[in-house]
């Protein structure tokens, strides 16, 4: 019994790195349509994104009904609980993935993205894709100072961020509001998917510490790195 209780823990771990590796192939793919104007690559990561939303929902099914056969504490509870919540951070980051797949779709045959602004988004879509594979790492290897690193990584997505601004309210801005709410919206989309990656590499310190990584961070100490192998349990 207690060998299938820990496979079950275990399996949860291996669906939420299945939907982090599935949304980071994601906004990858959505920022190649969005900037080819590819209608068909488009509509197949929206269709994909069904299946985020189904591993998100059998995962918590696995993760209540653990919950209630099992009543675990400590350090499975975490599991669990913390499990939760990274799945909800990873279906959220599938679904903007998908937002920037409809975009492409909406402004299909044309380009919702200046060609002055495309080296920008490239790189704000590659930056995304490395954040949510550095966060599907962290999931697996439970590595704290990995998971640490995510937030100062994320400080380059922010400084993009900045920069799409800066054109937008640049006085030689010449491609109308239009343009520049669909800009807009795509550099919200690529900072949130990063918030997201950061927030599942936080919630992987709790697990592993017990401790919230800005607690952490503001006390500038080494973790004490608990057992997360499913071994306190009622």
């Known amino acids: ?81 913390t499990s939760l919540r990274m799945s909800a951070d990873l279906e959220r980051s599938g679904d903007l993935a998908q937002h920037v797949a409809k975009l492409a779709r909406l402004r299909y045959p044309d380009r919702a993205v200046p060609s002055d602004l495309h080296a920008t988004i490239l790189e704000m879509g590659q930056l995304a894709q490395r954040l949510m594979a550095k966060a599907a790492e962290v999931i697996i290897t439970k590595d704290v100072d990995l998971a640490l690193q995510l937030e100062q990584d994320d400080d380059a997505m922010d400084l993009l961020h900045r920069t799409l601004f800066q054109h937008l309210m640049d006085d030689r801005w010449k491609h109308g509001i239009e343009t520049a709410v669909d800009v807009t919206l795509l550099g919200r989309y690529y900072e949130r998917f990063a918030d997201h990656a950061v927030s599942v590499a936080k919630r992987v310190v709790y697990l592993v510490t017990g401790e919230h990584a800005d607690e952490l961070q503001s006390a500038d100490v080494q973790p004490e790195i608990q057992p997360v192998t499913g071994a306190e349990s009622a």
């Open 1 to 81: 019994m207690r060998d299938a209780y820990h496979e079950e823990l275990d399996s949860i771990g291996d669906g939420l790195v299945e939907m982090a590796r599935l949304v980071g192939s994601a906004i990858g793919r959505a920022t190649t349509a969005m900037l080819d104007s590819d209608l068909k690559l488009a509509e197949n990561v929206i269709e994909a994104d069904q299946k985020v939303d189904e591993l998100q929902h059998d995962l918590e099914a696995r993760a209540i009904a653990l919950l209630a056969r099992q009543q675990p504490v400590a350090t499975d509870l975490r599991i669990v609980v």
